[in-house]
């Protein structure tokens, strides 16, 4: 079992940067993909960003890139979202999950709680 604990999230103005984390509990994330999704009010579930076991291939969606950067520490315990330039479209939760390397949501096994980022004009 693997269990999976979002931080970082908050309120920002349209512009500024927030930095998000994604901890394992009980166990590493060393033999897993991570990715981060997240869903606005009323949305369906939309991929942000992945990352595979080993840290070499990451791909993102076309409304984060060049703003969003998936990344995970040495030790693989911890992988982050660096989002900078935030729109106020980037209001969502944002859930962390891990699983396949993949933009499918349906790809993972274990979730997290999620966390709030607003993003104010």
């Known amino acids: 079992q693997v269990q999976l604990v979002e931080s970082g999230g908050g309120l920002v103005q349209a512009g500024g940067s927030l930095r998000l984390s994604c901890a394992a509990s009980?166990?590493?994330?060393?033999?897993?993909?991570v990715g981060w999704f997240r869903q606005a009010p009323g949305q369906e579930r939309e991929f942000v960003a992945t990352?595979?076991?080993?840290?070499?291939?990451?791909a993102s969606a076309d409304s984060v890139k060049g703003r969003f950067t998936i990344s995970r520490d040495a030790a693989k315990t911890t992988v982050y979202l660096q989002m900078n330039s935030l729109k106020p479209d980037d209001t969502a939760v944002y859930y962390c999950?891990?699983?396949?390397?993949?933009?499918?949501?349906?790809?993972?096994?274990?979730w997290g709680q999620g966390t709030q980022v607003t993003v104010s004009s």
């Open positions: 990352i595979s076991w080993g840290g070499g291939r990451t």
């Open positions: 009980g166990r590493t994330l060393s033999s897993y993909a």
């Open positions: 999950a891990a699983g396949l390397y993949s933009r499918s949501w349906y790809e993972y096994s274990y």
